[in-house]
């Protein structure tokens, strides 16, 4: 205990507030004060005010430190939950930002896509390219690229260039998977399908794929169609076809073309198919479809390299193979009923095990050759149709 007599020492605060609670502090600043009132000696009373002073400030220190130790603590936690608040806010404006140009997106590619099937046109060539375009614009939008590659593959075969076609083609070929080439197989089809109607128009001949007698004039027609020295002409169509009395200025190009310039489609037809030909080609080998499970029945292929293809798992083969490879081919265990196969440029190593090559409808000599001595019948009847089928290729 501080008396008049006793001399008063500095307290060091910063040692005190690790030794004295504050309740011993407030008893030695009650001290300091008594002496500073009582004591008569200036030097003591002006120490004792000093000491006063020195606990105020250390009672003030212990009573904080735990404050300001939480605050030194929770302050960076703070800051950083304001930056998070910040981000979860910031978030949020962004979300409902684009949430709203996302809507905006899809009312304005709504509004685009009735517009352009308001415009669709069949009028003429110019019409249905310039329709096929619009409609390719929306290959790449998510909710309309399924309908606008549906639509463009309808339009595909009243295109009246070959040139046109290639262009919407290419687009459709960018988009094609194993899930919806058979898109690709139907128009196909179509333009097969097409090239018969023609031949019989501008020849006027009853003709039909499995007429094996006029299929040499049909494979020359699909090489090429202006042959005017064989009579192949418009004038020939036109004549040869009734219903071309029924056309009127107001019917669609393709329409009028179909009567009046058989010969014009009928090119057009044979540059599509190649086309066609070649694309299948690179999907089949480059990008690692197959033709597996597509009916090919009424496709003709025409001018391309098919090597190496296996048609074995289609559902059925190609009607028509004019001019193409089939290098290392495969068509094992097909059904290969009047399939015509004419001037392959190749067929080295290509696979017919167990097909029934021999009812085939026209092969080449050569073909017809390397398949008797590689994969002849065993049964006796089945044996004596490719000798026949042979002999009847290797005529001249």
């Not at 120490?47 to 020195?54: I, P």
């Not at 950083?80 to 996302?102: E, M, N, P, R």
């Amino acid at each position: 205990m501080l008396n008049n007599s006793v001399e008063v020492t500095q307290v060091d605060p910063k040692n005190s507030t690790n030794k004295k609670t504050v309740a011993d502090l407030d008893v030695l600043s009650q001290e300091a004060i008594n002496i500073a009132k009582n004591s008569g000696d200036v030097e003591k009373m002006l120490k004792a005010v000093q000491l006063n002073d020195s606990l105020d400030a250390l009672k003030y220190n212990t009573r904080d430190s735990r404050w300001f130790r939480v605050g030194q603590i929770i302050a960076p936690y703070t800051a950083i939950f304001a930056l998070v608040l910040s981000l979860l806010t910031l978030g949020q404006q962004y979300s409902q930002f684009a949430k709203s140009q996302d809507e905006q997106r899809k009312s304005a590619e709504r509004t685009q896509w009735r517009d352009a099937l308001k415009s669709l046109s069949f009028k003429d060539d110019a019409s249905v390219l310039s329709s096929s375009l619009q409609l390719q614009t929306f290959f790449d939008v998510p909710d309309y690229a399924s309908m606008s590659r549906s639509s463009a593959t309808k339009l595909l075969p009243l295109l009246g260039q070959g040139s046109h076609f290639d262009i919407i083609w290419k687009g459709i070929i960018a988009k094609t998977d194993e899930g919806n080439q058979h898109d690709l197989i139907t128009v196909a089809q179509e333009i097969g399908s097409e090239e018969f109607w023609l031949f019989q128009k501008v020849t006027g001949k009853k003709f039909s794929p499995d007429k094996v007698a006029d299929m040499p004039s049909f494979i020359d027609f699909l090489v090429d169609p202006s042959r005017p020295e064989r009579g192949w002409t418009n004038e020939r169509g036109t004549s040869a076809g009734a219903s071309s009395f029924g056309v009127t200025s107001s019917d669609s190009e393709y329409v009028r073309d179909g009567e009046l310039n058989p010969i014009k489609r009928a090119t057009a037809s044979a540059w599509k198919l190649s086309t066609i030909t070649q694309s299948l080609q690179y999907l089949w080998s480059r990008k690692e479809l197959t033709p597996g499970g597509v009916d090919l029945n009424g496709v003709i292929l025409l001018d391309g390299d098919l090597s190496g293809i296996d048609f074995s798992k289609s559902l059925a083969p190609p009607s028509i193979i004019h001019h193409c490879n089939l290098t290392g081919a495969s068509f094992e265990r097909m059904r290969l009923d009047q399939i015509v196969i004419t001037q392959p440029t190749g067929f080295k190593d290509s696979k017919w095990g167990h097909a029934n090559w021999w009812d085939a409808g026209m092969l080449s000599c050569e073909l017809a050759q390397y398949l008797m001595d590689n994969f002849a019948p065993s049964d006796p009847g089945q044996k004596g149709t490719a000798q026949n089928l042979v002999a009847q290729s290797c005529r001249k």
